[in-house]
């Protein structure tokens, strides 16, 4: 299904239990109108309910959303109104459903549409994470361009944008995206982190009460940059609670997110490439704090995950295990710990992400790396946190090699896309006494440290 080429309408799935099939009224001379006109003889009238958006409606009758807004004078594509009747162009018809896929009990069944893209025309290719926070933009562009990365990761939080549900702040967010596409980067915002008007909670970060506010951002965002984003991930790190709180942390409860995410990016942005959210490497499975990487790839499998995405992230730490060395074995005596688990290793977690994928068959996706990257305490002044211990055996000659190596498996192996080093500036946003710096290509004056002139070299070859 993931490999079909041919474009065909996208179903917007119903996913929370207030949404439901909105009721298509027949067309009559006595029906009243909030926008637009007299219809057309072959036109649909749809009276909208609690729980639809414009996006959903376009997708329902296999139209687009601009069609509707301009037969309905409709300007704001976020704002439709409970009760609203608007006319459908003619042409348009309810999409034909497809078979609903099985879900665990309690969650909800998923229509599954065909994907409109697929990844495998982008293969290998160079990326780092910039972090953009007080930032000069334009330096920061210039940075990435000097290492050379064709691609550039940005974490865009739907809570910074969209503070106000409805008003989505495109000026904000111009400017930290549009410098990076004006300069031809190729582009993947990470899109994560749902505000406090639409959470149950505002500890930690978290998703939506109801997916379809996610959706509603998520193509807006789409919309926005249409032909100028290449790639959207959708959310980050859903199998721990920092990134899931709010919600059970579920492989159904993210796949239905993605689904209706992925279906609000096709809608606006067809050639849009959609790749799952990076989980967090871990072993650690009590279902609170965190659930195990491979469990929850493989649940995110059986909820339909493979109908939803074109490519599957990954986040392959390292710790300070050198990237070809495989568990459990003592690949570096010096260091005490961190290597007594598939997690703890970067070429571990790929294989183990390949063969999942291969069970459920398929093969023909890439993996895209969303994160990854060797921290080192080389150079940095500050104590270091005892949980980040790993990273005083890994010195500054160690990160560089381990890193390029990385880069090199991933382009020697088949199945890997882009990969996203993180990351370029976390010493200059952060500061030294953050983690992020450990993992930093430049230190806190913006100056490269031995990795970045490593990686530099690397993407001239």
């Avoid at 994160?371 to 305490?377: A, C, I, M, Q, V």
């Amino acid at each position: 299904m993931r490999r079909l080429t041919v474009l065909i309408t996208i179903i917007f799935l119903i996913l929370s239990a207030s949404v439901t099939l909105a009721e298509v009224v027949p067309v009559s001379p006595e029906y009243r109108m909030r926008q637009g006109g007299t219809p057309a003889p072959n036109e649909i009238l749809h009276t909208v309910r609690d729980g639809e958006s414009l996006y959903s409606i376009a997708a329902l009758y296999g139209v687009t959303v601009e069609s509707i807004a301009a037969l309905n004078n409709i300007t704001d594509f976020n704002v439709v109104l409970v009760g609203q009747q608007l006319r459908i162009p003619a042409g348009g018809a309810v999409a034909t459903t497809v078979p609903l896929v099985e879900q665990p009990a309690g969650s909800t069944a998923l229509l599954t549409p065909v994907p409109m893209n697929e990844a495998s025309n982008v293969g290998f290719a160079f990326g780092v994470q910039a972090f953009l926070q007080g930032q000069d933009v334009t330096q920061v562009v210039s940075s990435v361009q000097d290492l050379g990365t064709t691609w550039v990761k940005l974490r865009i939080n739907w809570a910074d944008y969209e503070t106000t549900r409805g008003q989505i702040d495109f000026a904000g967010m111009d400017a930290r995206v549009k410098p990076f596409t004006d300069m031809g980067l190729n582009v993947l915002l990470t899109l994560a982190s749902a505000p406090a008007w639409a959470r149950s909670t505002t500890v930690e970060q978290g998703p939506p009460i109801v997916n379809q506010d996610f959706a509603n951002f998520v193509g807006q965002v789409a919309s926005h940059y249409q032909g100028a984003v290449k790639a959207y991930e959708i959310w980050t790190e859903p199998n721990v609670r920092r990134e899931w709180n709010g919600k059970p942390i579920s492989p159904s409860e993210y796949v239905n997110l993605l689904a209706v995410a992925y279906n609000a990016v096709k809608l606006a942005d067809p050639a849009a490439l959609v790749v799952t959210a990076g989980l967090a490497p871990t072993a650690e499975n009590d279902g609170v704090n965190a659930v195990d990487d491979r469990q929850f790839l493989r649940g995110m499998y059986a909820a339909g995950a493979a109908n939803f995405s074109d490519a599957v992230g990954a986040q392959p730490g390292g710790w300070a295990n050198p990237p070809d060395s495989t568990c459990c074995g003592n690949n570096r005596p010096a260091v005490p710990a961190w290597d007594d688990q598939p997690a703890f290793f970067f070429l571990e977690t790929l294989r183990a992400y390949r063969q999942i994928m291969n069970d459920n068959g398929d093969s023909g996706a890439f993996i895209w790396v969303t994160g990854f990257g060797w921290g080192s305490s080389d150079g940095i002044g500050t104590p270091v946190n005892p949980d980040f211990g790993f990273v005083t055996y890994t010195d500054a000659q160690e990160q560089s090699q381990y890193t390029v190596r990385a880069f090199q498996l991933g382009r020697d192996l088949s199945y890997v896309g882009p990969m996203f080093l993180s990351n370029l500036n976390g010493c200059e946003v952060f500061g030294e006494s953050r983690a992020e710096c450990y993992w930093s290509l430049l230190d806190d004056t913006g100056s490269p440290r031995p990795v970045f002139e490593a990686v530099q070299a690397a993407t001239l070859q």
